[in-house]
């Protein structure tokens, strides 16, 4: 891989450690590797948003999290409040898992007002991408799921594997990208380990890959 086909395989590489077991010296350590690397941004909870972004300043790399994660079933208004906090903390970029609950009893209302809610509370100041989760969702439902959030006027799709085995691949982003069109962004995350899968995966219509092994698959180790 050349040094620009490496620079943009970078560039949409989401530097991601959305977990549990995450720790302050993980989280400075994942931006060093973002810093380094020239990944678009490190991805980490939102208790971390604060570090991250003083790791981060002044780097080029943006600082992400994520409301409600990983369900979305708190209330819209602790959606709103934790968005708030993330961007007043320095995040720039948000995933928003919808309530899936609620969207399988058949409340897609709530679910829009959910998304609308926080596209109002991050106004122009944060990405906002919402999450559809392979592993809890029919295709006719991650479908119907992708429309909504369309409908709802988000700019960004987080298509993620979930529990699903064989995580994202191409031919599903591939899917989404058909129903969806060409204004929305597509994040695919989960299962995507090496170089080659994370070319197949943006060649079949993704704009970002989150994944904790970015250093990896920018590497091709």
Do not use: W
């Amino acid at each position: 891989m050349n040094t620009n086909d490496r620079d943009k395989l970078a560039k949409a590489l989401e530097h991601s450690m959305i977990t549990p077991t995450a720790t302050p010296q993980m989280v400075d350590q994942f931006c060093d590797e973002a810093i380094r690397y020239g990944f678009v941004n490190v991805c980490v909870p939102s208790c971390y948003v604060k570090l991250a972004a003083e790791r981060l300043r002044n780097s080029g790399v943006k600082t992400s999290s994520a409301v409600a994660f990983p369900f979305g079933n708190t209330t819209t208004r602790i959606k709103v409040e934790e968005t708030l906090e993330i961007i007043e903390d320095g995040g720039v970029e948000i995933d928003l898992p919808i309530n899936v609950g609620l969207f399988k009893s058949g409340n897609t209302q709530s679910v829009s007002h959910d998304i609308k809610s926080i596209l109002e509370a991050a106004e122009d100041r944060a990405l906002v991408k919402v999450v559809v989760d392979l592993g809890l969702l029919s295709e006719e439902e991650q479908i119907k799921v992708a429309l909504i959030a369309k409908m709802s006027g988000a700019p960004f799709l987080k298509v993620a594997a979930g529990s699903k085995p064989g995580g994202v691949t191409p031919e599903i982003i591939r899917m989404i990208r058909t129903v969806i069109g060409d204004q929305m962004g597509i994040k695919a995350d989960g299962g995507i380990r090496d170089q080659q899968t994370a070319i197949k995966v943006l060649d079949a219509g993704a704009n970002r890959i989150g994944a904790s092994g970015s250093v990896k698959i920018i590497t091709g180790a």
